[in-house]
């Protein structure tokens, strides 16, 4: 069973523009990863938050972290057309490290 | 570029078939993840294997199981196959928190 929620299912936006993408889920974690798929390959590790952080970031993504309300967002800022591709979060419990992601969030960046 | 190999890429069986399909784990990962991603939906956990013992597993049948190798590479096994089983089968290794994931193996059971 999927661990959460992603919103919106399905993103367009023009080259530049900012992409903000939502996760929420149901259980406490340890830490929240968010992840890239292009084309139904494979998946591309972008970047962890743990639950004790409220903000993160790496490069042109910021990743916030709201654990009293169960939720994620990834932003991603003036994309480009190479950002298209289907987004990922995946939560980590405790004593596990098995992950469980979301139902993701498809991001298409027009030129 | 991904450390871990999934073979094979992709594979066509028939209903009631059995299927091997292998993972290579990234260099020093002694921690392999298989994963079910049915189009359209998110990657779902199937079993976890450390140090060559299952040490966890999803809610998938026991027709689903697995095998991890002294050099840490692995196998996923499905018996009886059913039409339902066509997905994504995804591979991750890790060592700690960080995941790398193969490329995936296409499997489409008709």
């Known amino acids: 069973s999927q661990q959460g929620e992603e919103d919106p299912q399905a993103l367009s936006i023009q080259e530049g523009e900012n992409a903000t993408m939502n996760c929420s889920y149901k259980?406490?974690?340890?830490?929240l990863q968010w992840y890239r798929q292009n084309s139904g390959r494979g998946l591309v590790h972008l970047i962890l938050?743990?639950?004790?952080?409220r903000e993160k970031h790496s490069g042109r993504l910021r990743v916030t972290l709201d654990t009293s309300k169960k939720s994620s967002s990834l932003l991603i800022t003036a994309s480009r057309a190479a950002d298209t591709a289907s987004y990922f979060c995946a939560t980590v419990a405790y004593n596990t490290d098995k992950l469980i992601f979301g139902t993701g969030t498809r991001l298409q960046v027009f030129p | 570029e991904t450390g871990v190999t999934q073979s094979p890429t992709h594979l066509i069986k028939t209903r009631g078939q059995q299927v091997t399909l292998r993972c290579s784990s990234q260099?020093?990962?002694?921690?392999v993840s298989w994963y079910q991603q049915a189009l359209g939906q998110g990657p779902q956990f199937i079993f976890q294997y450390y140090r060559e013992e299952e040490n966890g597993r999803g809610n998938f049948p026991p027709r689903f199981s697995g095998l991890q190798f002294p050099n840490y590479s692995s196998e996923l096994n499905v018996n009886a196959l059913e039409l339902d089983d066509s997905a994504l089968y995804l591979c991750a290794s890790s060592l700690g928190y960080g995941y790398t994931f193969g490329s995936g193996t296409r499997l489409t059971v008709v």
């Open positions: 260099s020093g990962h002694n921690t």
């Open positions: 259980t406490s974690i340890n830490n």
């Open positions: 938050i743990r639950s004790n952080e």
